[in-house]
């Protein structure tokens, strides 16, 4: 595959330079519990984070957690189910690992101060989602189990001595040393200015790329700036090619569009406790397509709502509620049911129109369950992530999970083998890629990198992220637009070389899957920053050679 310009960032006079123990760049789930972690065991701790603490898609997650909390259920069953949502490409040694710590990692953030929905009991009130086999799912508000999460952990970091909180900041690079060992990063903040911060280690949890789609349920900062800066500072880049589509995104009536109105989510569990997705004539469509019907895991879901868009002509479908009644929607769903109304769809009268859109990046930088990358001190958590357990298709309510698994697991790492590393050494660069580059790159990711592919469409996205024109200096735009055509070439190239469907990767040139695809694609820039990638079998991370294809 080609170069791009402006991969590589220019490096000129720091304006700055601050120093800490650890820096997160991140402030959703994993970041915050792996800030957390640190403080408690006096670790000197930086948080950077693109807009305010509270901007991730952490606080915007309106489904649950997921963790075996009944008897009737089992750490083997909740294994099993992640395991047949990931469609093969899931490690099962990670899997085991966060269905194992999820219920002590939940228990652990109640102990915080975190409150979730209980039943008549006084029990946990367990839900069931897509793809899941038991009731195992727990939600706090109803549909704000995110934003609990959030504050829990938030309320929790307030008044640590030992933590810095850096807002409006962004990552634009990660220093390393003469050993290629992390040990800080460049920032952008938000009056244009750069500046260094040097640490004992790095954790990227700056989430996933959705924010990069017109239609999507992540904040705006979603953009992929964690994967761009660890592929530059030499780490891998692991299963770029699936970004899970939501089957349930409200399509705001045109009358009541905002500007900058990306996409309303209407939560999983409004389908699992008993909505149905229709067409305009009140057909369901998920009917005979698989034998969870409409809590089908999200892949299916989503491939076969485009498939019936496709074929009548819908520009969308619909997701009948109406059988809940108000009391039911005000008590179990009260955010979706405000947010709903407020765009002119009333969902206890009305079915909610619906199509997918970007929701999460199974894909990411190549880690452990301890967010360990090649590059030593270079930590990656949560979505920012690949570790296997998410495979070609994340099972609903599994990532907040692992964001609370993944974080504590990190932090631990650091602390038991703390990295030392030496003063940062410069790099060769190129001029950043221009700003205007990012609009036209998204248009393309919208029509041709979505629920289903073709090898033209892609090839039409990675030919424009080849020649993106290159920007005069570093700014916020200049900055994106580097990240956007990293990250678009990226998933075309890996989308276009997996010549089969999998998961929430679907290529209607290439409809079945195929066995020799049974692999993971890790992807790195080499020495002329030009992207290559190696295969690495599923459940032999390290055993990958060089693919001669």
Excluded at 168 to 176: E, G, I, P, Q
Excluded at 283 to 297: K, N
Excluded at 367 to 391: K, S
């Amino acid at each position: 595959m080609g170069a791009v310009h402006g991969w590589e960032l220019p490096h000129g006079a720091e304006d700055r330079l601050l120093r800490t123990g650890v820096l997160v760049v991140g402030s959703g789930v994993a970041g915050l519990t792996t800030a957390l972690c640190l403080c408690h065991s006096g670790v000197p701790t930086t948080i950077l984070t693109r807009a305010s603490l509270s901007d991730s898609s952490t606080d915007w997650a309106q489904g649950g957690l997921a963790a075996v909390w009944s008897p009737e259920d089992s750490t083997r069953s909740h294994v099993a189910d992640t395991l047949a949502a990931g469609a093969g490409l899931c490690e099962p040694g990670p899997v085991r690992a966060l269905a194992a710590g999820a219920p002590k990692a939940l228990r652990r953030l109640i102990a915080l101060g975190a409150h979730f929905d209980t039943g008549p009991d006084g029990g946990a009130d367990l839900h069931l989602e897509g793809g899941h086999s038991a009731r195992r799912i727990l939600h706090a508000g109803g549909d704000r189990s995110g934003h609990e999460v959030h504050r829990a952990l938030v309320a929790a970091l307030r008044g640590q001595a030992r933590l810095d909180v850096r807002e409006s900041a962004r990552v634009v690079d990660v220093l390393t040393d003469a050993d290629g060992a992390a040990c800080g990063v460049r920032v952008l903040d938000g009056r244009g200015r750069t500046g260094s911060i040097l640490a004992g280690a790095v954790v990227l949890a700056s989430g996933g790329i959705a924010g990069l789609w017109p239609t999507s349920t992540n904040p705006p900062v979603c953009t992929g700036d964690g994967l761009a800066a660890a592929l530059r500072a030499g780490a891998r880049a692991r299963d770029v090619e699936f970004l899970q589509f939501h089957p349930t995104v409200l399509v705001v009536p045109p009358r009541w569009r905002r500007p900058g109105d990306r996409g309303v989510l209407i939560s999983e569990a409004v389908r699992g406790d008993g909505a149905l997705l229709v067409d305009r004539e009140g057909a369901r469509v998920m009917a005979g397509v698989h034998r969870l019907a409409d809590l089908a895991p999200r892949d299916v879901v989503s491939s076969a709502e485009h498939a019936h868009m496709a074929r009548t002509g819908e520009p969308h479908l619909f997701l009948d509620a109406t059988a809940f009644g108000a009391a039911a929607w005000r008590e179990r769903f009260p955010s979706i049911l405000r947010m709903c109304r407020e765009r002119g769809v009333d969902p206890v009268t009305e079915p909610i129109p619906v199509r997918p859109g970007a929701h999460y990046h199974c894909g990411g930088v190549r880690a452990d369950m301890a967010g360990r990358t090649d590059v030593p001190g270079l930590h990656a958590v949560g979505e920012a992530a690949c570790t296997g357990v998410q495979g070609a298709n994340r099972l609903a309510s599994n990532s907040l999970t692992e964001g609370l698994v993944m974080g504590r697991r990190a932090a631990e790492a650091i602390i038991a083998d703390f990295p030392r590393p030496g003063p940062p050494v410069a790099r060769p660069s190129s001029p950043p890629a221009d700003g205007g580059a990012t609009g036209g790159i998204r248009r393309l990711l919208a029509e041709h990198a979505g629920v289903l592919r073709t090898d033209e469409g892609l090839a039409l996205v990675e030919a424009a992220a080849q020649e993106p024109g290159r920007a005069a200096g570093l700014d916020d735009a200049s900055l994106t637009a580097t990240n956007t055509v990293l990250v678009a070439a990226l998933l075309a190239g890996a989308a276009r070389r997996r010549r089969e469907s999998r998961g929430c990767h679907r290529r209607a040139d290439l409809p079945a899957a195929d066995p020799a695809w049974l692999v993971h694609q890790d992807w790195t820039l080499d020495d002329e920053r030009r992207l290559r990638v190696r295969d690495a079998p599923v459940g032999r991370c390290d055993d990958d050679a060089e693919d001669p294809r």
